[in-house]
């Protein structure tokens, strides 16, 4: 079961003071550095191993305080407490269904699916303290074990964001953060991220099957989704042919590679979980799956990726942090984990 905790929605406020010169503890208390100037940050982190089955990703947000303080309001997914796929609530409509010829390469009005317990409040709020040395913020955690982090910040060329690259952990391996001063209750509409200017870049850290797997600079083809006309939250987009994917020896043995339907897109699907806060999600499947089941829409082992939308000092989209928690429905080996950012500052 999962523990429910209500999401942290304040907003900051910075409190100057003027004709007071504090002096001791409380000075240092008062005059804690921002990381990177920055108060809010989207966060994925991951205990990600090859030899572990009991590995886990947390997304959520960050929000430190000039007063040395940080807290924290993360989602949990735990290969210990698997947990099915949910709805969404969204099922995108024919007008935003892509083809790219013939009824097998269309994008299917299907029921979009995420991990499950996103679409509630998050799972955990902690507090901690932090300090900034140099370009280096370190975190401990007021919890019951001991939990410290550092992160690298890099602040973008423009000033109006902030990255963390992840340096330790006591408990996490890997992670992803971006920072900027504007609440997390600023979102951008689907319309937004379609329409976004510049060129999306995907990095990421995955477990499956026991392997991790690295990859840094993918790009994010995010202007070839279509926008739907009624449900305006929700984008789809059909891959025509993704054959390294799709066609794995023994996927689709009636419909995949060196048959004659042939069938290698790959089903995507991108909407928004919240208006109040950056909760979005990427549901994707190979098509051919569901072909193999008789199923117009696939109900296998499916990859659901929840999203924390970046957004700026100027309220611009700017991408995301992900993780993946897609669980199978069998052994724990045939799980895919994985914690990402999606963005244009790398």
């Known amino acids: 079961m999962r523990t429910v905790s209500s999401l942290v929605a304040a907003v900051l406020t910075f409190?100057?003071?003027?004709?007071?010169?504090?002096?001791?503890?409380?000075?240092?208390?008062?005059?804690?550095?921002?990381p990177g100037g920055k108060a809010t940050y989207v966060v994925s982190q991951g205990h990600l191993k090859a030899?572990?089955?009991?590995?886990?990703?947390?997304?959520g947000s960050y929000r430190f305080s000039p007063d040395g303080t940080v807290t924290s309001a993360m989602y949990l997914?735990?290969?210990?407490?698997?947990?099915?796929?949910q709805p969404t609530g969204t099922t995108p409509d024919a007008g935003c269904s892509t083809k790219a010829g013939g009824s097998a390469s269309r994008a299917r009005t299907c029921r979009v699916l995420t991990a499950g317990g996103?679409?509630?409040?998050?799972?955990?709020?902690?507090?901690?303290?932090?300090?900034?040395?140099?370009?280096v913020v370190s975190i401990r955690w007021k919890i019951a074990q001991?939990?410290?982090?550092?992160?690298?910040?890099?602040?973008?060329?423009?000033?109006?964001l902030a990255r963390l690259d992840f340096k330790q952990s006591t408990l996490a391996t890997h992670g992803y953060g971006y920072g900027s001063n504007a609440s997390f209750a600023t979102r951008r509409a689907m319309s937004s991220v379609r329409a976004f200017p510049g060129t999306l870049r995907q990095d990421l850290t995955s477990w499956?099957?026991?392997?991790?797997?690295?990859?840094?600079?993918?790009?994010?083809?995010?202007s070839a989704f279509r926008t739907c006309t009624t449900t305006t939250w929700c984008l789809?987009?059909?891959?025509?042919?993704?054959?390294g994917a799709c066609q794995k020896s023994g996927g689709c043995p009636n419909y995949g590679g060196g048959t004659k339907a042939n069938v290698s897109s790959i089903q995507y699907y991108l909407t928004k979980i919240s208006s109040s806060d950056r909760r979005d999600t990427l549901w994707h499947w190979c098509t051919c799956l569901a072909m193999e089941r008789k199923q117009f829409c696939?109900?296998?082992?499916?990859?659901?990726?929840?999203?924390?939308?970046?957004?700026?000092?100027?309220?611009?989209?700017?991408?995301?942090?992900?993780?993946?928690?897609?669980?199978?429905?069998?052994?724990?080996?045939?799980?895919?984990?994985?914690?990402?950012?999606?963005?244009?500052?790398?």
């Not at 789809?236 to 054959?243: H, N, R, V």
């Open 15 to 34: 409190v100057l003071t003027s004709g007071v010169t504090p002096s001791g503890p409380a000075a240092a208390a008062t005059s804690a550095a921002l």
């Open 298 to 346: 696939y109900t296998g082992n499916s990859h659901v990726k929840p999203l924390m939308q970046i957004i700026d000092d100027s309220g611009a989209f700017r991408g995301w942090v992900g993780a993946e928690a897609s669980f199978s429905t069998g052994a724990r080996g045939a799980d895919m984990i994985a914690v990402f950012r999606i963005s244009d500052v790398r």
């Open 51 to 59: 030899e572990s089955r009991e590995n886990w990703v947390r997304l």
């Open 77 to 85: 997914w735990w290969q210990r407490n698997p947990e099915a796929r």
């Open 118 to 135: 996103f679409t509630g409040a998050p799972d955990e709020n902690r507090t901690g303290t932090y300090t900034v040395s140099g370009n």
């Open 146 to 160: 001991t939990w410290t982090e550092q992160w690298s910040v890099r602040p973008s060329s423009d000033g109006k």
């Open 236 to 243: 789809t987009y059909l891959q025509p042919s993704a054959k």
């Open 208 to 222: 499956a099957g026991g392997r991790i797997v690295n990859s840094a600079g993918q790009r994010f083809g995010h």
